[in-house]
């Protein structure tokens, strides 16, 4: 059922809101996916504090282009869906990039691109940042890569009483 004036313009006034809102944004093109497959996704992402959403060309076209001036969504294949996301900026398209691994689902939904700090990037450039680490395992590297000079440095100091303590007991056992 076609929509009204009204309602196009609620549907414009909410994609904007996202967007201001976003920290990043991945267009996604999608066939015959699955209500069961959909739903799984939207759950993923929303423990991520991401969003699926999913509106005409047109409108997503005049939306995006009051922030991005370069971008034509109409241009982009198929059925197009955007996820938002509002805190972790790489999370959708790790979210995704799992969520693909699977065989079946490999076909039936895909990058086509996205923005990342009001910059338009490619589909190969979302598909990059879906195998990156996500930001915990980054912090543990960090940490690990933080942690890793002082434990030595402990395990130096260590071995120099260790040592000292071997040489006492030798000299102990010598002389009894």
Do not use: C, W
């Amino acid at each position: 059922m076609p929509k009204n004036k009204i309602q196009k313009q609620e549907i414009l006034r909410n994609l904007s809101e996202k967007i201001k809102k976003s920290k990043s944004v991945v267009f996604v093109g999608f066939n015959a996916l699955t209500v069961k497959d959909n739903e799984i996704l939207r759950a993923q992402l929303r423990k991520e504090n991401s969003e699926y959403y999913v509106a005409k060309k047109t409108l997503m076209n005049i939306a995006f282009k009051d922030q991005i001036a370069d971008l034509n969504v109409r241009e982009m294949d198929g059925k197009l869906a955007v996820i938002f996301s509002y805190e972790d900026e790489v999370a959708p398209a790790k979210i995704l990039g799992n969520f693909r691994k699977d065989k079946e689902r490999e076909d039936r939904i895909f990058f086509l691109g996205g923005i990342l700090e009001n910059k338009l990037i490619t589909k190969d450039e979302v598909e990059a940042l879906a195998k990156l680490p996500s930001k915990q395992e980054l912090y543990g590297r960090l940490v690990g890569s933080l942690n890793s000079p002082v434990s030595g440095f402990v395990n130096v100091l260590a071995g120099n009483l260790r040592n000292l303590v071997y040489v006492l007991k030798a000299v102990s056992e010598k002389k009894a």
